[in-house]
């Protein structure tokens, strides 16, 4: 009886850490500043990316107070492989490879918004689109690979692989919608997105996501449409 009783409460702990679901109209939650709490996603694909677009929803009280992690994918050559980071100065920086752009915002985000970012090794071209608004084309990184085996962040920003967390650059707050291509989708797709369709992601999908969730989040309905 004691053995059933442990392994009940293994398989309690394992549910509560890890899961495979379909996310749609779920959000991550984190209610409060940390270097513990985030959420750790694995990608369905694992293979070097020469082009890639990320999607995602997010809603904070931050953004006029400091700066703060959106999206962070670290490989073992390249802890920003992948970075999306919101700064208190109006603006965000997209990195790949540990090269860096900057995006000026005219406005403080202060409701849910919505972000896509895709960049392709070929050109070094880079798209940013907030609610579904593109930004001026910039160039980054051109025949860059970002790196396999990736460790995908969610809450935090990663100064080395899986881990090294900074308490003032976590998020707090709501993400969700995150969804990621291999491949940079065109005008009209990231518009199909912004209003609600998925495409059919195959890096990420939120209707089908893998993830660990750790510290303090929580999974609750999104509060925007």
């Given at each position: 009886m004691e053995k059933l009783l442990w392994c009940l409460l293994i398989m309690i702990s394992f549910s509560r850490t890890f899961g495979h679901e379909d996310m749609f109209k779920k959000a991550f939650v984190f209610p409060k500043e940390s270097d513990t709490s985030y959420v750790s996603l694995e990608a369905e694909s694992k293979k070097p990316l020469n082009t890639f677009t990320v999607c995602l929803h997010f809603y904070t009280a931050l953004s006029t107070v400091r700066s703060f992690s959106v999206f962070s994918y670290a490989t073992k050559k390249n802890s920003n492989d992948i970075l999306i980071f919101w700064n208190k100065d109006k603006q965000y920086t997209f990195g790949v490879g540990g090269a860096e752009v900057r995006f000026?915002?005219?406005?403080?985000?202060?409701?849910?918004?919505?972000?896509?970012?895709?960049?392709?090794?070929?050109?070094?071209?880079?798209?940013?689109?907030?609610d579904g608004k593109p930004k001026v084309r910039k160039s980054l990184h051109k025949g860059y690979t970002v790196g396999p085996d990736a460790s995908i962040i969610l809450g935090q920003e990663q100064d080395s692989y899986g881990g090294d967390f900074d308490a003032k650059q976590s998020l707090v707050g709501d993400i969700g919608d995150v969804n990621m291509w291999d491949f940079v989708l065109s005008p009209e797709q990231i518009n199909t997105v912004y209003v609600g369709g998925t495409l059919s992601p195959n890096v990420l999908n939120w209707r089908a996501l893998n993830y660990k969730a750790q510290g303090d989040v929580f999974i609750k309905p999104q509060l925007w449409s």
């Open positions: 000026m915002v005219s406005e403080i985000p202060e409701a849910p918004t919505h972000i896509c970012a895709s960049w392709e090794s070929a050109t070094g071209i880079v798209e940013f689109w907030i």
